[in-house]
């Protein structure tokens, strides 16, 4: 799929109330449903990976500030709504402590989709390598505080991530 942009959204403190947030989960999970039947899984991480769709999704599960929380609060709506689902589609990662765990929830996820170990290895080796270039590359002195690997169970795959 290639790059396909970034979105640069000022630093707001606090947290998503909890009703909202169950409330985004619930619709997330009729969305990704839905685009996953009319788009097919690839088709959701093509636009999933569109910063301009992904600022949209975000208000229209009800996020409708314009925040750096629209990253990690939707990363986070999507990844519980897809994974009680069962789509063949995951996420793995998330904000702060939860990013370091990308790799073993992407080996976790990979033998239920039933991946081989070179595929799950793969995946694993482009989480870390997106990670580290933005972190000493891209992010120029800016640490990444949020780092999620979305993929299918074909082995498709897109990062989402932030930096702090």
Known sequence: MGYTGSAVLPLHGGKVPRWLFSRMVQLAECIVDIM???????????????????????????????????????????????????????VCGGKGRTSLRT??????????????????????????MAAKVDNSLVQDGYQLYHHCLMFTEDGDWIVVQQGL
């Not at 790799?103 to 870390?128: C, H, M």
């Open 36 to 90: 996953v039947d009319e788009c097919g899984r690839r088709g959701l991480l093509e636009r999933l990976s569109d910063p301009w769709f992904f600022q949209s999704l975000s208000c229209v599960l009800g996020y409708d500030w314009h925040s750096s929380g629209t990253t990690t609060v939707t990363c986070g709506a999507l990844k519980e709504a897809m994974n009680r689902a069962n789509m063949g589609v995951t």
């Open 103 to 128: 790799p073993q929830e992407i080996r976790e996820t990979g033998q239920v989709f039933g991946l081989n170990g070179w595929k799950v290895d793969s995946l694993v080796y482009a989480s870390r």
